[in-house]
């Protein structure tokens, strides 16, 4: 089998799984798809040199994370923003947000990274613990506690909001001395 | 808030990962018991949100034809990637080789300036072909 023909395969059984971590890891779909682009360019340099001592997806997810990983601390390093808020805002669907999960977005965001980033992935993959741990190179059971421990802070931080509307006062104005 | 003992197999079982033992233990402790019952009615409801909201946007339809017009656009690779390496090594071992070897009939030798010019020469030369292999094709 050819090289080309090789690399051809793997674009088409991996740049949809490659694009996801990407998504987990840059926040922003327009990102992610650059940072794909590069990722497959790496692997068409590399591709030759590849001598099999790790699985090939193995391979490519390292590759696909070192250079996700490079372009985030580039970016942090650019702007001005922190990255939590970032993330929060550019989290995910690229529908407009309903105004109720706003409150979802902006908790996910306040989530440590490593949390966040299982989160997103395993239902950006399908609720596939195999494929998170694959992706993020860690074993299942380290995938499973970050999800636990991600939802866990999640609901807590979501009753959190929830109790701070509901005491809210109702007309904030009446609260000013005049 | 759940019980705490009950907190990671109500999140195994919202996630379909519980096993059936360990999903009727669940089963029957939440009909008795009302915090965890919410608490696993809580999840449920915030799993359904995150499914939602963490819909994977799809690649744009071009994205393959783009990739190969960057790859089409990039410099040849070479077809003998390994061979300046291999150049370089051999002509490293022969000039240590001729230097151990010299340094060893230095006592009795007769035109050993001749012997050493010649094979030093020989493997530099091959060291330096190596070399220049690696600097035309852009190897590191």
């Known amino acids: 089998m050819s090289g080309n023909h090789t690399f051809e395969r793997l674009v088409d059984e991996y740049r949809d799984r490659v694009f996801r971590l990407a998504c987990s890891l840059l926040s922003d779909p327009a990102a992610a798809e650059d940072a794909t682009q590069e990722i497959f360019l790496k692997i068409w340099r590399a591709l030759p040199d590849f001598r099999g001592d ?37 989290f995910a669907s690229t529908d407009p947000p309903p105004a109720v999960e706003s409150d979802l977005r902006a908790a996910i965001g306040r989530l440590p990274d490593k949390y966040r980033r299982a989160l997103v992935l395993f239902y950006l993959e399908d609720r596939s613990y195999q494929q998170v741990a694959l992706a993020m190179g860690l074993p299942m059971g380290t995938v499973k506690t970050f999800l636990h421990r991600a939802k866990k802070e999640l609901a807590a931080l979501l009753a959190e909001t929830n109790l701070r509307k509901e005491t809210a006062p109702v007309w904030p104005a009446l609260n000013l001395k005049i | 808030m759940a019980c705490p003992e009950f907190e990671d197999l109500i999140l195994d079982y919202c996630e379909g990962a519980a096993s059936p033992a360990d999903s009727a233990l669940l089963e029957s402790h939440i009909a008795a018991c009302a915090a965890c019952r919410a608490w696993l009615a809580e999840q449920r409801e915030l ?6 909201s963490c819909a994977a946007p799809a690649l744009s339809p071009d994205f393959t034809a783009r990739l190969r017009a960057r790859i089409a656009a990039e410099p040849r690779a070479p077809r003998f990637r390994r061979l300046p390496g291999a150049l370089e090594a051999i002509g490293c071992l022969g000039i240590a080789a001729t230097a151990g070897y010299l340094l060893q009939q230095l006592p009795h030798a007769t035109d050993w300036v001749g012997l050493f010019t010649l094979t030093a020469s020989a493997a530099f030369a091959i060291w330096e072909t190596g070399k220049a292999l690696r600097t035309a094709h852009g190897i590191k």
Request: one cysteine or more.
């Open chain 1, 54 to 90: 790790s699985a090939i997806s193995t391979w490519i997810y390292a590759i696909a994370r070192n250079t996700c990983l490079t372009r985030r601390r580039t970016a942090v390093n650019e702007r001005t923003c922190s990255l939590d808020e970032a993330n929060a805002a550019a």
């Open chain 2, 47 to 52: 799993d359904l949100r995150l499914a939602k």
